[in-house]
């Protein structure tokens, strides 16, 4: 039986994604789990948002630790038991305390990182600094929001509510609830990134996405991950 264990915010969430040889993905993914792909294509998400009153179950928020921007590298999998998730290449993000807090309960690649994000009228600039990898998003969005028609890639992409992770050889998965995002398309997108090439899809930002979106956000529940069952 899952057990919600925290609440989180979501809020201004960019989704790009470029379409990857399915190939490709399937070479990074641990033993038995298999790419997802919709209509036999394949794709990979770079997702900067803004995390808000991130706090367990029956605690009020923390200064500091609550409140903090992430930006996500991910794909799409089927794990071993024919379940469908997603799967984290990497998650940077401005606390190092929930960083090592996700690392410990999730297994999720987590990293510490410096991160903005500026917003100007409909623009809004992310940007993420580990080390000397760096990524700069800048998206415009557009005043018409809707919510995904069934089938979609936009659902494909986008309504996904449950991860999977490796913490000590152990694969777990864990669910996601929140109601359907709300999104609009983008008027324009410029990407100049190198977390994904981090993750080990060199020279992918340098096209233009397949797909974009963004959303103004969602309230989640987040349950205790568990391990994952055949």
Avoid at 19 to 28: H, S
Avoid at 62 to 71: A, I, M
Avoid at 191 to 208: I, R, Y
Wanted: aromatic share 10%; hydrophobic share 40%.
């Amino acid at each position: 039986m899952s057990l919600t264990v925290m609440r989180q915010q979501w809020r201004h969430l960019a989704f790009v994604h470029y379409e990857v040889d399915p190939a490709r993905i399937q070479a990074t993914l641990p033993d038995g789990f298999r790419v997802h792909t919709f209509q036999n294509r394949a794709f990979l998400g770079l997702v900067p948002f803004r995390m808000m009153n991130v706090r367990p179950i029956g605690l009020p928020p923390v200064p500091k630790l609550s409140h903090f921007l992430e930006t996500n590298v991910r794909t799409y999998v089927i794990a071993p038991n024919g379940q469908t998730g997603v799967w984290f290449y990497s998650l940077d993000a401005e606390s190092p305390t929930a960083c090592r807090i996700a690392r410990a309960t999730f297994g999720l690649p987590y990293f510490p990182a410096k991160m903005s994000l500026v917003r100007r009228g409909s623009e809004f600039e992310y940007r993420c600094t580990r080390g000397a990898i760096e990524s700069k998003v800048v998206v415009t969005t557009t005043p018409e929001l809707r919510v995904a028609s069934p089938e979609s890639l936009d659902a494909f992409l986008l309504e996904r509510y449950r991860l999977f992770s490796l913490r000590k050889g152990m694969v777990l998965t864990g669910l996601v609830r929140h109601e359907p995002y709300t999104f609009c398309e983008l008027e324009a997108v410029s990407v100049d990134d190198q977390l994904v090439a981090a993750a080990g899809f060199e020279g992918l930002t340098s096209e233009a996405p397949t797909h974009s979106a963004w959303s103004p956000g969602v309230d989640v529940q987040i349950d205790a991950p568990t391990r994952l069952s055949a």
